[in-house]
Every structure is written in structure tokens, then in C-alpha cells.
């Protein structure tokens, strides 16, 4: 009978050590788990910022490999620069009647990316013009997810006419 009860005790012991092994692998699966999910996150976060930095950068190039003279926000047409405007810097005036697109919006690998391109004159310090660049702003608004705070992404770039181009009258003084 005493061997019976202490075949009892090792099977009990026995339980005990399979729930406590249960319980360690149950933590560390939700931990790496959780680790994941914190992974795919972030990486998810820093495509997004890729995507919307690479639609900043190409409005810029589009706005750039036109002429110089037609660097400016389209409008009519059901194109507005209102809302571009307002991402000029302060005291910059803006350029209307061009071929940027002032707003669009793009999807990219399933993000919706609002792009809204401004041009204004940029104020160059030489004696000959008072202005003689120009400014060109994109900002890009998305989401990570839907129902995410809203994200943002700003690049700037300046355009100089080139040697060819011919600016509009009035630009450069004589």
C-alpha cells in the first residue's frame, strides 16, 4: 500500500511539471507573438513612408523636367490651388497657370496617398531679378490603416530656369 501511495505522488508531480512547462511555452508564444505583431507594424509603417516619400519626389522630378515657363499650378478644369496654396511657406506667392496638378490622389499598393503639389516664386538676391526660381511644395497625407491617425510627408525642392529656357516677360529685370 505505501508503494501505491508514492506512484501517486510522482504521477501528481508529473502533472504538475506538464502544466508548468504549458504555462512557459504559452508565455513565450505570446510574447513572440505580440513581438510580431509589433514587427509587422513598423515595417508596414516605413513602406508607407517610403511610398509617400517616393510621391513626393517624383511630383518634384515631374515638375522639374518641365520648361520652366509652365512650372506653375494648373487651374480650371476641375483643378483648384486653393488648398496647395496653403502649403507655401509664409510670404511666398504662388505660381498659377502651369502644368503641376495642384491635388491628386494616388493608390500605391493599397494606400491611399492625397498629394498636394504648390509652386511659388522663390526670392533669388541678385541685382538683375527679383525673382528667378521657384519653390515647388508637395505634401502627402495617408494612413497606415483606416481609422489611424493621419500621417504626413513634406519635400521641397527648388527649380532654377536652365540656360534654354525663356522665362515670362516681366520675370528678369535688364
Sequence with gaps: ??????????RGSALLEVIIGMALIAVVILGSTTAMIQA??????????????????????TAKSLPWSTVGMKSGGG??????????????APVIGGEVLPTQTLTI?????????????????????????????????????????????????TIVPQVSDVPPPGVRAE
Design 1 to 10: 500500500m505505501r508503494q501505491a501511495a508514492e506512484h501517486d505522488g510522482e
Design 109 to 157: 499598393r493599397g494606400v491611399d496617398l492625397d498629394v498636394t503639389t504648390a509652386v511659388g516664386w522663390a526670392k533669388r538676391p541678385t541685382k538683375a531679378s527679383q525673382y528667378g526660381a521657384k519653390t515647388v511644395v508637395v505634401t502627402v497625407r495617408y494612413r497606415d490603416r483606416p481609422g489611424e491617425p493621419e500621417r504626413v510627408r513634406t519635400e521641397r525642392s
Design 79 to 92: 483643378y483648384s490651388p486653393a488648398n496647395a496654396i496653403q502649403t507655401l511657406p509664409t510670404g511666398v
Design 40 to 61: 509587422y507594424s513598423a515595417q508596414r509603417a516605413a513602406v508607407n513612408i517610403g511610398l509617400a516619400t517616393q510621391s513626393a519626389k517624383s511630383q518634384i522630378e
